[in-house]
């Protein structure tokens, strides 16, 4: 609907429409709004980096070009582990990545990925619009200069690409794995040395032995990235990103000169990015599984009770040890607590009550 039809069926009358007119010439007047992003995925990297893209021009398409968007995909301008000091320096405008990268800086930010035995993305969407969520983000945000939103997702992800079978926490000691965030913490307490890489150096790392596993995302994202090549178990489910939230940091002084409008014609677009990317991702992940299984001999394999129960319980230990950092990441686990309580218990009832029994009688499986 364009902005006439608009103003006409919202009821304005002749007096409103005039209003309209007079506001819209100093508008048509205003100089461009410009806001270079900085990214830490790949250009054109199916699911991640094309959601960032499409993030981008979005922004700039709801703003009608008001907002002139530059969009930088890792390396191009700067490193993909860049990209949040380029924000805050004011270098650059905004990111969109994955906010438990920075958890060197501050723990808390790993709460606003995805942590250990966390959120889904049902959960943690409601948890930051409805549970408190975003308020705690704003203000861990605001202590680097920050304005951060929910951006995206890729939902529960795989537990991983391993060169050898896990049977027993036992297998995971002295292994090395390319596992960022809290779950990396948990792999260590279990014996792994966890390696923090970019998407783009995974591939190679793997292939020559640098790492001896992986973790990314799921089905879709992992077919591209070829990891079948150097890996033969892909192991299910990942206790450690099982929502994992994406967001559009931007610099909070930027943020703040803009007007209304524009803070809204972002924040829409970050919402509706944060669907359509769990949309996409869901749908493709079932189409590229049964690729990896049938074209290319990928064994499915999933981590054991036992397994399962020493990550819990490293899990533990590691939250223990994070909250201790500050009063701000205390109130941050607290209230996910809280959050993953209420939601679990209502998601154990609703989605998971009835998928399970959905695919019991239509006979689904793995």
Same mark, same amino acid.
């Given at each position: 609907?364009?902005?006439? !039809?608009? %103003? ?10 005039? =209003?309209? !007119? ?8 205003? !100089? ?6 900085? !990214? ?153 040395? +966890?390696?923090?890489? +970019?998407?783009?150096? %995974?591939?190679?790392?793997? =292939? ?10 799921? +089905? ?16 299910? +489910? ?79 230990? =590691?939250?223990?040890?994070? %909250? ?7 109130? =941050? ?32 499986? %793995?």
């Amino acid at each position: 609907m364009d902005r006439r !039809s608009f %103003i006409k069926k919202a009821g304005l009358g002749a007096g409103g429409a005039a =209003v309209a !007119s007079t506001l819209a010439a100093p508008a048509i007047a205003q !100089s461009t709004t410009d806001m270079v992003i900085v !990214s830490t995925w790949s250009r054109d990297f199916p699911g991640l980096g094309t959601s960032a893209q499409r993030l981008s021009a979005r922004i700039g398409e709801l703003s009608e070009g008001r907002i002139a968007v530059q969009y930088f995909a890792a390396g191009e301008r700067v490193g993909a582990f860049d990209s949040f000091d380029e924000v805050a320096s004011g270098n650059a405008q905004a990111y969109i990545g994955a906010d438990y990268y920075w958890k060197g800086k501050h723990p808390a930010w790993a709460y606003f990925t995805a942590v250990p035995f966390g959120l889904t993305y049902a959960e943690i969407d409601a948890w930051i619009k409805f549970g408190g969520g975003q308020e705690l983000w704003d203000e861990l945000a605001g202590e680097f200069g920050l304005k951060n939103l929910a951006a995206g997702n890729t939902g529960v992800q795989m537990g991983g690409w391993f060169n050898k079978e896990i049977e027993t926490a036992d297998d995971l000691k002295g292994l090395k794995m390319r596992i960022p965030g809290l779950g990396g913490d948990v792999m260590a307490k279990l014996g792994a040395s +966890p390696v923090s890489l +970019p998407g783009g150096q %995974i591939y190679e790392n793997l =292939v020559s032995g640098a790492v001896d596993a992986t973790e990314w995302v799921g +089905p879709w994202n992992d077919y591209f990235m070829k990891f079948y090549e150097a890996a033969k178990y892909y192991y299910y +489910p990942g206790m450690h990103e099982p929502g994992s939230q994406l967001a559009l940091g931007m610099n909070a002084s930027w943020w703040g000169t803009l007007s209304k409008t524009d803070q809204q014609i972002i924040t829409a677009a970050c919402m509706e990015e944060n669907a359509v990317s769990m949309a996409e991702t869901n749908q493709n992940n079932g189409i590229y599984l049964n690729k990896l299984i049938d074209e290319h001999g990928v064994e499915l394999r999933k981590f054991s009770e036992e397994v399962y129960d020493a990550f819990g319980e490293a899990s533990e230990e =590691v939250f223990d040890e994070t %909250i201790q950092h500050s009063d701000l990441t205390a109130r =941050v686990h607290e209230s996910f607590v809280q959050a993953r309580s209420d939601l679990g218990r209502w998601m154990l009832l609703a989605d998971t009550g009835y998928t399970e029994q959905r695919n019991r009688v239509l006979g689904i499986t %793995i």
